[in-house]
């Protein structure tokens, strides 16, 4: 079993930045590719950014270029974003999986990952 405990939300104006980091413990030694989701009020989990063991990462076009996904190892995710909009306000969300097949646009797919945080909120003021 493995616990996801996210930090680093919290409020921030238009065109600023901000870290998350999620901290993984329990039995990390299997861990494949891990990811970050957000969930805005009234509309569904997306995923934002992801990456496998082997470094390969992908995002959703809504973020490219402004937000930036590393892994120190199998227990530390991050995510920097910056240039944030109005538009990334969400409750942020760490994910983890044991396997990650397929093409690497499914670690974005809710339905890859068995481990969840329980999220940190993030929010941009214009």
């Known amino acids: 079993q493995v616990q996801l405990v996210e930090s680093g939300g919290g409020s921030v104006q238009a065109g600023g930045s901000l870290r998350l980091g999620c901290a993984a413990s329990g039995d990390t030694r299997r861990l494949d590719c891990m990811a970050w989701f957000r969930q805005a009020p009234g509309k569904e989990r997306e995923g934002v950014a992801a990456i496998n063991n082997d470094g390969t990462t992908v995002y959703a076009d809504s973020v490219k270029d402004r937000f930036t996904i590393s892994r120190d190892n199998a227990k530390t995710l991050s995510l920097h974003m910056n240039m944030l909009i109005a538009e990334d306000t969400a409750m942020y969300y760490c994910?983890?999986?044991?396997?990650?097949?397929?093409?690497?646009?499914?670690?974005?797919?809710?339905?890859?990952?068995?481990?969840w945080g329980q999220g940190t909120q993030v929010i941009v003021s214009s």
């Open positions: 994910a983890a999986d044991t396997s990650c097949l397929g093409p690497k646009e499914w670690l974005l797919l809710n339905s890859n990952y068995a481990q």
